[in-house]
């Protein structure tokens, strides 16, 4: 089945203890996406990655990394997570055939940071 | 700095009327996707919008854009209780499906 896998669903760490997200993705697509998403805010995107080994910066970067060594995985990282990083996150991939086509959301992260 | 506004942010629809609900947006782009959310859960795909002019539509959804206006609308037919979700427009200015701009999003109930 195709589909974006992203783990944990749920999550709660405490200030500065670094934590990974995985997100994993079996349609060979080229291009993923982080995004956050926090109430009365939408959908705001951390980072996004066009091919292997590219990745760039989102609306809100700050507090997050990312890596793409692989095209199925692209982990999201907190190296120093704050409690201002409680959201709800979502992993997304699409083809990328010139932004003609959907995006293909993960089933969530609640991150919760004490 | 590119701004996606949708309004109502909030809409309680009658079972069987129909409404229409709208996305503005701040700059110039060619492409609107529109995707819907039920509480708890992930995001899905509605529309996939490439040009001025284009007109979507699946099931009672109608789903169009203007990119003179950097308008779209989604109309709904008939409401009925399943349509009862979180919609949210996103607009890539880039054209290459890289930095997407989410809306807050459109809560619509459906009541009997």
């Known amino acids: 089945e195709a589909q974006v896998t992203q783990n944990p669903r749920y999550l709660i760490t405490v200030t500065g203890k670094k934590l990974t997200v995985t997100c994993s993705q079996n349609?060979?697509?080229?291009?993923m996406s982080w995004y956050r998403q926090d109430p009365g805010l939408g959908l705001r995107q951390i980072y996004y990655?066009?091919?292997?080994?590219?990745?760039d910066k989102g609306d809100v970067p700050e507090g997050y990394k990312v890596s793409r060594k692989e095209k199925r995985n692209f982990p999201l990282i907190l190296e120093s997570p704050s409690p201002n990083q409680t959201s709800l996150y979502f992993c997304?991939?699409?083809?990328?055939?010139?932004?003609?086509?959907?995006?293909?959301f993960g089933s969530g992260t609640q991150l919760s940071v004490l | 700095e590119l701004k996606v506004e949708q309004n109502p942010l909030f809409l309680s629809m009658q079972e069987g009327k129909n409404y229409t609900i709208y996305c503005n947006y701040s700059?110039?782009?060619?492409?609107l996707y529109w995707y819907r959310q039920d509480p708890g859960k992930s995001l899905e795909s509605l529309f996939v919008?490439?040009?001025?002019?284009a007109v979507k539509q699946e099931g009672r959804l109608m789903a169009s854009l203007d990119t003179k206006a950097r308008l779209s609308t989604l109309h709904i037919t008939a409401a009925v209780h399943d349509l009862s979700a979180t919609y949210f427009c996103?607009?890539?200015?880039?054209?290459?499906?890289?930095?997407?701009?989410f809306g807050k999003g459109i809560t619509l109930s459906v009541r009997p």
């Open positions: 349609m060979n697509h080229e291009y």
């Open positions: 919008l490439l040009s001025n002019g």
């Open positions: 700059t110039t782009s060619d492409r």
């Open positions: 996103a607009v890539d200015p880039t054209g290459a499906n890289s930095k997407l701009t």
């Open positions: 990655s066009m091919n292997v080994e590219v990745t």
């Open positions: 997304a991939s699409s083809p990328n055939l010139g932004g003609k086509e959907k995006l293909f």
